[in-house]
């Protein structure tokens, strides 16, 4: 399952924001952002994507782009539903939270609580499940995975697997996002409450929410209208596997719309889904044992773009794309739904829609300038690959000009700052090269977003 972190995770690939330098009436803020959507479709014809933008209660823009089903023309609408992946997870984590509130559990209760012949159960928690610092081996990076998901999974058989895979560290040791500790987080929440997870939410959080287009993907029953999952290729895009999204589980089997989504952030931003307490502990940073942080709560993703704050996650799986955003003090909810995976950059996107109505509330776009003695010395030095966990970043060199190209995205040009140090000019980005003590290229560092992530070199 290819459930991936959205506006956070390692995202190079991004969108030009052309300021015009006029006022920035919402009028002209909707045109500038429907202009930069409608640039990343290629033809109409196309699988696309929806994307909405609101402050507040108000929603700013709200646009659908390409096709939802390509062979029928059947176009997405602002209210296509679309899966969602690993955004499935903040509900999740809502939903034990919602739980620990009633007394009905606590995420300090160890795995062998619910699961009493897990190996090491006893030192496993539920916040470390939540916060992706399980160790567990996750599920989904077994290299025949992708191979069975289009048929029902065994849950019976699934979770055993999962037990008797080596983990990957102690608990609380380190960060490694785990689908298994999300899989297991749903089933423990139709352990406690009685219901399947899926009842739980449309009870909870569905319902009194008005989300009447979000709901957990059954195959036989998938929502009206969804929106059909493409990859890109390169003779143009062609049906994805389809998911059988037993597989996903906790870990991301809903789906939802764009409108949804933004009832989803108003509902929990303004405390009408959980207690002040629970929220404080879903948006606080994890430490690890060694007392360093990542920018991962329960369920949610804590940065910050140009000195404003941003709570988010995204997701992923074949076929479709997104990413889920929230700026908690300006009250912006940034929402990108896209039914090709690979073939568009949703937490790009998101980026960029933020450029755009965020404005006048972000520090000014730091400026770089090309260092012309340092255009092509030393080049050979940087290329090669390096390991960003979930992905490889290539960087290949073409004369005088340096890419980088991360995974199945485009390749982007980066330019020289400094010794060793570049930029990008498609996106916020800067990328700096560290050097063993003999001088050989021991890693990358990519700073984005508020974040820095180091790759190690790949020999």
Known sequence: MKIKIIIVSILLLSLGCVHTGAPTSTSILETRADALMASQLKKKSHPGFTVLVSRGDKVLFSHAYGMADTKSKRANVPDTPFRIGSVTKQFIAAAILVLQERGK??????LAKYYPEWPNGKNITLHHLLTHTSGLYSYTSNPFFAAQVSKPANIATLIPAIQKANVNFSPGEKWEYCNSGYLLLGLIVEKVSGKTYGEFLNTEFFKPLGMNHTGVHVAGNEPKGEALGYAKESLGYKLSNNWDMTWAGGAGALYSTTGDLHRWNKGIFSGKVLKKESLRAAFTPVKLA????????????????????????GGGLQGFQCSLAHAPDQSVTIVVLCNAGPGYDPGGMTGS????????????????????????????DYVGRYDFGKAKLVVTREGDQLYVKLGGQNRIEVF????DEFFLKAVEAAVKFERDKDGNILRLVLHQNGQIQKAPRIK
């Open 416 to 419: 020289p700052e400094a010794t």
């Open 290 to 313: 060694d007392g360093s942080t990542k920018n991962y709560g329960y369920g949610w993703m804590i940065n910050k773009k140009r000195g404003v704050r941003i709570i988010s996650h």
């Open 353 to 380: 829609l933020a450029d755009i109505f965020l404005e006048k509330e972000m520090t000014p776009k730091p400026v770089h300038v090309v260092n012309e003695k340092l255009i092509g010395k030393n080049y050979d």
């Open 105 to 110: 559990l606590s995420v300090q209760d160890s």
